[in-house]
């Protein structure tokens, strides 16, 4: 059973345009959630988070939102650039596997393409 | 950069025979960890350490063993290797009381 799902495999857009990054989640019990970017052949890269406390955190050109009510948070990029082309990963922290040891469950990534 | 290295980066070995992955980290932080990163998977994780010689199981442990003997050092070990392990390996560290974890740049392990 999945917890943390990522629904678009892919997501293509615009140089200079806004790009938004979905992730739903069924465990009422998270209370941490991340965003990891990853770039082929390199290690996941740590991107942005959100205490399930919080409904919005920005940091630059990155914004998440995070809609408890719903199970849904967002990731927004304004505005996007080529560089920012990999796959993003959601993840949270919880669950059955050491969730009180802030052991983290990821969803399976959308791969973002932007282009010039 | 968190000081994390894995080794090897690359390995093919043949089905049946044993492999050991290594975790090696520079700044002593207590808790570290195995994913794989399968297409059409995301990040699952293998085992997980909170400490020299405490580990724990994760989503995908089985076929899988760990060890620990020193803070720095945490080693993944297939004992019979399967195709079905064929997979690229991440290890990452987090720090004591906070949320977020830094990986390493993986092993890409093909088994044939």
Request: net charge positive; charged share 20%; aromatic share 12%.
């Amino acid at each position: 059973d999945q917890q943390v799902k990522q629904n678009s495999p892919s997501l293509s857009v615009q140089e200079g345009r806004i790009s938004i990054l979905n992730c739903d989640y069924t465990n009422s019990m998270f209370d941490y959630f991340l965003w990891y970017k990853k770039y082929p052949a390199e290690g996941p890269t740590f991107l942005i988070s959100i205490s399930s406390i919080k409904d919005k955190n920005e940091d630059g050109r990155f914004t998440v939102f995070l809609n408890k009510s719903a199970k849904h948070l967002s990731l927004h990029i304004v505005p996007s650039q080529p560089g920012d082309s990999a796959v993003y990963f959601c993840a949270a922290r919880g669950g059955v596997y050491g969730g009180s040891q802030g052991n983290l469950i990821f969803g399976k990534g959308t791969k973002l393409s932007v282009k010039p | 950069d968190a000081g994390i290295t894995q080794s090897p980066r690359h390995k093919v070995t043949e089905t049946g025979t044993p492999v050991t992955l290594r975790c090696h980290q520079t700044e002593n932080h207590r808790y570290m960890y195995w994913y794989r990163q399968d297409p059409g998977h995301g990040l699952r994780l293998i085992h997980y350490s909170y400490g020299v010689k405490d580990t724990d199981k994760g989503e995908v442990s089985d076929g899988y063993s760990v060890s620990r003997s020193k803070t720095e050092d945490f080693l993944l070990t297939l004992e019979s290797a399967t195709s079905s392990q064929t997979s690229v390996y991440f290890c990452a560290i987090r720090v004591s009381g906070g949320n977020e974890q830094f990986f390493g740049p993986g092993t890409r392990l093909t088994v044939l």
